[in-house]
């Protein structure tokens, strides 16, 4: 997805993994699988268009070029909700998704680690 903030133009490119320091910074031990398990790890964008952006301002989609494929599914994957290796394999074709997702989506299908 691209969406406008201001000027900006942003495009998200896949889920964050979360990782232990949330637990340290909250003191809560156990809250990274919490986080996991919910799969409201956030996501990573990139910049496609710069621009000032600033608080307040409203958040716009403005392309949705891949609706078939979500942070949400793609989590799924990254946290083995989902071992489809044929729509892992598809998902990990889309252009727009991050490189360490195309590798994980895979790997977490076949049932590997990492």
Request: hydrophobic share 35%.
């Amino acid at each position: 997805d691209v969406y406008a903030i201001g000027q900006a133009h942003i495009q998200v490119t896949g889920p964050r993994y979360p990782c232990t320091k949330i637990e340290r910074r909250w003191g809560h031990p156990g809250l990274t699988a919490r986080v996991a398990e919910t799969g409201r790890t956030g996501w990573y964008c990139r910049t496609v268009r710069e621009g000032l952006i600033e608080p307040g301002l409203p958040i716009a989609l403005v392309e949705r070029p891949y609706p078939q494929w979500t942070v949400a599914l793609t989590n799924d994957f990254g946290h083995r909700r989902n071992q489809d290796v044929t729509t892992a394999q598809a998902l990990a074709a889309c252009p727009l998704l991050n490189e360490f997702w195309q590798r994980l989506v895979v790997r977490r299908a076949l049932g590997h680690e990492w």
